[in-house]
């Protein structure tokens, strides 16, 4: 076999690679560091240190609303997130109000609001309720700003809100401090333009890092007070309140699945020019 | 009359929102309200629908053992399985949702580790998919693979170890160039959404009842 011939199969191999190769190179660089639970540093930037401002900013006794609007598949990127802000919301005294835009999200916010609940002896109905889940997205969001009641007659219990002393003078969004909206989707779309541009909600936006691109626009606007994107969002923000979480224990790894991704795609372009100025060579 | 009467829905139920946008307070904000609540109600009953033509389907499939009705075998009995457990969740707790119903168990320790599974499958594909048609070969996509590998690198904690410049260039990329171009799409989008609200509530676009 001549060198070129031999080179272009060696290129070819290296064009063509097995991507179960790929899947094993992503699996041990994700899982050594979780293993090993390495944490890393980070460095918290705007977006989140106004999030985390702006829970500070609001006297103790105030309400802060979580809609959870997220399901299993984003989980693993929004529950360090509301599980971190909860922490901040307990630890300050402020009172806590459960809902959500999306059903299959409710037990993951019951979850995360139940433990941290628990954690600093918070009473259900006097600093936290659950009002549970309502279909109807926007309508919802409209309606609750006018009377909160009209769709949350009682909490996701039945009981009716006027028995639960926390809700006694929560009527609308004027008694609420701020939404936290956790989504995987569009909802805070929705959040801004039904809640915050028609009624002024402070909204805190926590989204996928895929899905935070979309609300950069929205944070420059000054339309949302802060913005959690993705894994790095929540490691920000535990790194703020100081608890470490999920959050944190995840940026090694995504630090080294970055890298390695980085590295399979310039590999990839260089086996393509490769190729390409080889199979020049041999129609030269 | 079929499509004459959804029209005069549409057209009535779209001018009292805009209308009581503007003003809110008064009999306008009241009817504003009301059909808000109806929205949700008609909502709920489109959940409700939607899960009776699961059951159909997957039903007929297994009753005529039409190719894959095991997964649909597998689909009623989870149904099954989520419907007795809520139950018992609502008499015992009286709620599904409270953390100690075995709703809650079934959800947390079979949905929660299947869909999360899913969506993390999901990265092997993206790493696999990167490394094949993440190409240089024009302009364009020399532009969009050199932005993507910047913020990749910007955005964690190693990229600040091996220089400084990744985050401020990362976050540089996502405030200027990455809004400029999304704040000009949505604006077309919203743009384009508002002219079909329009043609809707007037009912010249009526694909939506044919």
Known sequence: MSAPAARKTWLERLNHIDRRLIFVIVFVVVSIPMLLKLTSPVKVSHEVQIAYDFIQSIPAGGVVMFSVDYDPTSAPELQPMILAILHHCFSRNLRVILTGQLAVGMPLGIEALESTAAQFGKKYGVDYVNIGYRPGNQAVIVAMGRRLRDMFATDYRGTPLDQLPMMKNIRNYDQIAGVVDLAHGGTPELWIQFGQARYGVKLIVCTTAVGAPDYYNYLQAKQIVGLLGGMRGAAEYETLVKAPGLGLLAMPAQSWVHLAIIGLILLGNLTFFLNRRAKNAENA | ?210
């Open chain 2, 1 to 210: 009359m079929k499509q004459r009467i959804p029209i005069a829905i549409s057209f009535i139920t779209g001018i009292i929102i805009i209308v009581a946008f503007y003003f809110p307070n008064g009999p306008l904000g009241d009817i504003e309200q009301r059909t808000l609540v109806w929205f949700a109600v008609v909502a709920g009953i489109s959940m409700v629908v939607g899960v009776e033509s699961l059951l159909r389907v997957n039903l007929m499939k297994v009753a005529r053992r039409r190719p894959g009705w095991g997964f649909s075998l597998i689909l009623l009995a989870s149904c099954i399985l989520t419907l007795v457990t809520a139950t018992i969740g609502q008499i015992k707790y009286g709620s599904p949702f409270h953390v100690d119903s075995p709703f809650m168990y079934v959800f947390s320790y079979m949905v929660v580790p299947l869909q999360a599974t899913m969506f993390a499958v999901l990265a092997f594909f993206i790493a696999s998919a990167a490394y094949r048609a993440f190409r240089a070969r024009n302009l364009a996509a020399t532009l969009l693979l050199l932005s993507a590998v910047l913020v990749m690198l910007g955005r964690v904690p190693i990229g600040e170890t091996i220089w400084k410049g990744f985050p401020q260039i990362s976050d540089w990329i996502m405030n200027v160039p990455q809004i400029g171009a999304k704040r000009g799409i949505m604006i077309g989008a919203y743009l384009g959404a508002a002219a079909t609200s329009i043609r809707i509530i007037l009912g010249i676009e009526r694909s939506y009842i044919s």
